[in-house]
């Protein structure tokens, strides 16, 4: 598979307001967009790094991906996300591997993106998400 570059690091947070204030104005970044994704039932928030991102992950309800993360490990780095020309064939070419994915088959992430996540337990203890851009 071809990797482009670290599409961005999500951070999970408690709230999106004091983290993007600090990022912005005390770090100097660029805050780029926010999206809602409803079926991961997280408010994310980009904020740019050159050609990198960090997305901020804000959960919607106590009862998600990241708001059970936040419940046992706190605030914190979630994620790595990779940006991939081809992610059907990223994820076929993984799956023939016998990498253990958490999602089988990509969906979509913020913007329209597709993404498709990496079982931790596959990559020493990193989440990993796949992620080809739909722009
Ligand atoms: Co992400």
Do not use: C, W
Request: hydrophobic residues 45%; negative net charge.
């Amino acid at each position: 598979m071809k990797i482009k570059r670290i599409a961005h690091l999500g951070i999970a947070v408690k709230d999106l307001e004091a983290p993007k204030k600090l990022y912005s104005e005390t770090l100097g970044l660029k805050l780029k967009n926010e999206a809602v994704v409803a079926a991961q039932k997280v408010k994310v928030s980009f904020i740019q790094v050159g050609e990198s991102n960090l997305e901020l992950l804000l959960p919607t309800q106590p009862d998600s991906p990241v708001g059970k993360f936040l419940e046992t490990k706190g605030e914190g780095f979630h994620h790595l996300a990779l940006e991939v020309e081809d992610i059907h064939a990223a994820v076929a070419e993984l799956k023939a591997a016998g990498v253990r994915l958490i999602d089988e088959t990509p969906r979509e992430g913020a913007h329209g993106d597709l993404v498709a996540f990496i079982h931790p337990k596959a990559t020493y203890g990193l989440l990993v998400e796949l992620v080809q851009s739909a722009h």
